[in-house]
């Protein structure tokens, strides 16, 4: 008779353990509930990050970003809210800000999109709709609305390619330039 | 006639600016706009490509090409090139300036004001001495006749322009044929002339003049002979 009361006990005991952990335990994630395809990104997801690459012992460039997401697959970056800065190596820099952008985990190539803006340490600024750093030959290309001033001269066109310093620069399709114009 | 020749004259001038030489025009912004531009800030160089143009203060150039340096400003500009400044228009395959000053255009340049039509193979304009300079042959056409040469210089302040080698003037509103090795014209008020000197000879209304020297008096049709001289007059029928 003991015996049973107390497995009816452990039984009680476990169906009440059971039951409160269903009530609380934390909510699957959307994710879980579904049958995922069978090739779709995992993320990471990181608040308020800072990444940088080095190389022979100089920083190339050290990305800021609200939140950091890492594809676990392909270890690609989606960053929100981002500050991207480029050290160039006779010391200056020029700082890109932008809502969002990708950069690829081979390549490290980045792309920044939505009213992207940049400053050079030197003074010189552009603005275009996305921008592009190619890490490889240390290039930037600038697309949509873009409008580079440095000094006295304001350059706008549909597709800017420059190099990290803001000094060479290609403008194509509605290249326009005005040399004296700008305050 | 000495009015078109002054406008003549005048279509000279107004190359002064294009060049990029004149203060007034050096001190403007300078707007390029083409398919595509390069910049290196470095250097200083801009190169445009494709419809480009070129606009400072009243000067447009348009071409398929362009180059310019904004240290020197110097420019570099060819393919289909027209300049075009207030009346003045300069049409030519290719338009240099150099030193803030010299103004060369080649590849059949025509420099057109109003009727005025200045041509040769070559136009070099030097602005800071006003200095136009036409070599290998030259043609000057007003509204009142042609004038062409071998070479021409144009001295824009002192309202003057030489033509030297086989000098020929042709005014058919003044009925006047002229040939000399020489000529100089006087532009400015109360001295409107032309000087023809070597060979000179003038056939004007049938009656022919010829001397060393002779001389056109622009605000009529009277002319002067010089030195040894001879007047051939074709009696008028009645």
């Known amino acids: 008779m003991k015996k049973a009361n107390w497995l009816i006990g452990c039984a009680i005991v476990l169906l009440l353990a059971w039951g409160i952990y269903y009530f609380l335990r934390p909510e699957a994630p959307a994710a879980e509930k579904e049958a995922l395809p069978s090739k779709a990104p995992t993320f990471l997801t990181y608040e308020g990050n800072t990444i940088s690459e080095e190389k022979d012992g100089r920083k190339i460039w050290q990305v800021t970003a609200e939140t950091i997401e890492i594809d676990v697959d392909s270890s690609n970056l989606r960053v929100k809210n981002v500050k991207a800065t480029f050290f160039q190596e006779n010391g200056t820099q020029i700082v890109l800000t932008a809502p969002e952008g990708n950069m690829d985990h081979n390549s490290k190539d980045i792309a920044l999109k939505g009213s992207v803006h940049a400053v050079t340490s030197d003074g010189a600024t552009f603005t275009a709709q996305e921008a592009n750093w190619q890490a490889k030959d240390g290039l930037f290309t600038a697309t949509g609305q873009v409008k580079l001033t440095r000094e006295d001269t304001v350059v706008t066109g549909d597709r800017l390619d420059t190099d990290g310093k803001l000094e060479k620069i290609k403008v194509q399709g509605n290249a326009h330039v005005v040399k004296g114009g700008a305050k | ?238």
């Open chain 2, 1 to 238: 006639m000495r009015r078109q020749w002054k406008s003549a004259l005048l279509a000279v001038c107004l190359l002064i600016g294009l060049s990029g030489g004149a203060a007034a025009a050096g001190n403007e912004p300078i707007d390029l706009v083409a398919d595509t531009i390069e910049y290196d800030s470095v250097r200083g160089v801009m190169i445009a490509t494709g419809n480009v143009k070129l606009v400072q203060g009243k000067s447009m150039m348009t071409g398929a090409q362009a180059e310019y340096n904004v240290k020197t400003q110097e420019t570099y500009i060819h393919g289909g090139v027209k300049v075009v400044k207030e009346d003045a228009t300069l049409i030519a395959e290719e338009v240099r300036g150099y030193d803030n000053n010299h103004l060369i255009a080649a590849g059949q340049p025509i420099l057109t004001k109003g009727e005025n039509r200045l041509a040769g193979p070559k136009i070099d304009y030097y602005a800071d001495k006003g200095y136009a300079l036409v070599e290998g042959w030259a043609r000057m056409d007003t509204a009142d006749g042609v004038i062409t040469g071998n070479r021409l210089e144009a001295f824009t302040q002192e309202e003057r322009v030489v033509i030297d080698g086989n000098v020929h003037v042709v005014s058919e509103t003044r009925k006047l044929d002229a040939v000399s090795d020489h000529a100089v014209y006087y532009g400015k008020k109360g001295e409107g002339r032309a000087v023809l000197t070597g060979n000179a000879r003038a056939i004007q209304d049938g009656n022919t003049l010829t001397g060393n020297s002779l001389t056109i008096y622009m605000d009529d049709k009277a002319m002067d002979a010089q030195g040894r001289s001879k007047l051939v007059v074709i009696p008028k029928d009645e």
